[in-house]
């Protein structure tokens, strides 16, 4: 099983950047796919989340309106467009996945990947 985020970089406030999370070893269209964060002493936060066939999504009030979460089952990915980048989103950035087959306890993580909005 392997989550593979990349995209993240160094980006001015105001910017762009689209995380990608490749996924493989599991049976993706049966998992929700979600995104979260941890900025340094801080706790790890749920930034996005969405279904299994990608018509469900949910957003931290932080970054509604700001950040898109969307996923291609058949390229087993999930994206994370993220516009009007701020300082207060830096943080290491990572995919999780959760299984959705009643009674799985299943969950993964990646490996996470550092996202920087700094001037």
């Known amino acids: 099983v392997q989550l593979v985020e990349s995209g993240g970089g160094l980006v001015q406030p105001g910017g762009s950047l689209r995380l990608s999370c490749a996924a493989s070893g599991f049976t993706f269209s049966n998992y929700g796919m979600s995104w979260y964060r941890q900025a340094p002493g801080k706790e790890r936060e749920l930034v996005a989340q969405?279904?299994?066939?990608?018509?469900?999504?949910n957003y931290a009030d932080s970054v509604k309106g700001r950040f898109t979460i969307s996923r291609d089952n058949a390229k087993k990915a999930v994206f994370l467009q993220m516009n009007s980048l701020k300082p207060e989103d830096t943080a290491v950035y990572y995919c999780?996945?959760?299984?959705?087959?009643?009674?799985?306890?299943?969950?993964?993580w990646g490996q996470g990947t550092q996202v920087t909005v700094s001037s």
């Open positions: 969405i279904g299994t066939a990608g018509g469900s999504t």
């Open positions: 999780h996945a959760r299984s959705q087959v009643l009674g799985s306890p299943l969950r993964y």
